[in-house]
């Protein structure tokens, strides 16, 4: 059975640094994409930034140089280390692993920055 367990998340101010984790089990998380998503209330789930299993990163305009996306295939984690964070980042984070016949996802982290 395949996991992600987010973790990772909180209040924080704005300019403030957090570093989201997944840890994936059941399954080799190095042969597949990975990726964060991330949902603020009454708004579309969003691609956040997406690493492949040849570690080429993607990340979506609003976040470029200050988000980087990161895997540690030993330990089985993908991670998004998150700076100068803004208000407008405030949402629900979510893992993603996407498999060979369907995406798979975690159980999601609130992110708020908030002064």
């Known amino acids: 059975q395949v996991q992600l367990v987010e973790s990772g998340g909180g209040l924080v101010q704005p300019g403030e640094s957090l570093r989201l984790s997944c840890a994936a089990s059941?399954?080799?998380?190095?042969?597949?994409?990975m990726g964060w998503y991330r949902q603020a209330p009454g708004k579309q789930r969003e691609l956040v930034a997406t690493?492949?299993?040849?570690?080429?990163?993607n990340y979506v305009i609003s976040v470029k140089g200050r988000f980087t996306i990161s895997r540690d295939n030993a330990k089985n984690t993908m991670y998004l280390q998150m700076n100068t964070l803004r208000p407008e980042d405030t949402a629900v984070y979510y893992c993603?692993?996407?498999?060979?016949?369907?995406?798979?996802w975690g159980q999601g982290t609130q992110v708020t920055v908030s002064s």
């Open positions: 993603n692993l996407n498999g060979v016949s369907r995406y798979y």
């Open positions: 690493v492949t299993r040849g570690d080429n990163k």
């Open positions: 059941g399954i080799d998380p190095s042969l597949y994409t």
